[in-house]
């Protein structure tokens, strides 16, 4: 057993003026204006369902090297045929993620790569300008100072998919890299 604090966050009083807090009735809403951004593999958006939707977040979970970041990195190079995309990687060097992008003959200009795991840092980077899409490789490296528990425990895990989740909806599609453990599930290991 372990003890792990958690800080809460102080929460604004909660306002329904938004247009987001009003209620509509389900028939005048327009789902045929959703655009879908095409991920480049073709298995990929049947499993999205016709591709990403602007402002969606999606959860890349599976096996240590099973190709999580490779196909990523592709999806990355390929949506940044359309506009500036942000690869971060908490895991590797910005070096490395080249290296890969090289062997994947996939280099375009608009592709960029930030090697951060500081949750802060990689907010202020993604709302600083408009992404068509932004990569976080991974969930559980990617970490919160101002949580007092290691990288991937519980507590940074939670806080760290939520407030990306924040920034998802407000700014551009996310995709979070997720490993699965030993048990099939992607909770820290006990
Ligand atoms: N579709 C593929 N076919 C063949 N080899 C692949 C494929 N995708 C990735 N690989 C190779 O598998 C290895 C692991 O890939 P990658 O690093 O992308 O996996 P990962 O899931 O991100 O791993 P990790 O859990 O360590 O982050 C690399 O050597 C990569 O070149
Ligand atoms: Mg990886």
């Known amino acids: 057993m372990e003890q792990e604090i958690v800080r809460k966050e102080p929460t604004p009083a909660p306002s329904a003026s938004g247009s987001g807090a009003t209620p509509v009735p389900i028939t005048t809403i327009e789902a045929e204006s959703t655009v879908r951004i095409s991920t480049g593999i073709a298995e990929v958006d049947r499993v999205l369902g016709g591709g990403m ?6 959860l890349l979970g599976g096996d240590p090297g099973i190709g999580k970041s490779t196909l990523l990195l592709q999806i990355a190079a390929f949506v940044s045929r359309q506009g500036p995309v942000l690869y971060i990687t908490a895991e590797e060097s910005a070096a490395q993620t080249r290296i890969r992008a090289q062997r994947l003959g996939a280099l375009p200009d608009q592709l960029y790569v930030m090697a951060e795991g500081n ?7 993604i709302t600083s300008r408009s992404w068509q899409l932004v990569v976080v490789d991974s969930l559980q490296t990617v970490y919160d100072a101002e949580i007092e528990s290691a990288p991937g425990s519980v507590g940074q895990v939670r806080g760290i998919a939520a407030r990306l989740m924040k920034v998802a909806k407000t700014m551009c599609p996310i995709f979070l890299v997720g490993h699965v453990n030993k ?3 992607m909770r820290p290991a006990a």
């Open 53 to 58: 939707v602007p402002n969606g977040y999606f």
């Open 119 to 125: 949750i802060r840092i990689i907010e202020s980077v």
């Open 183 to 185: 048990e099939g599930s």
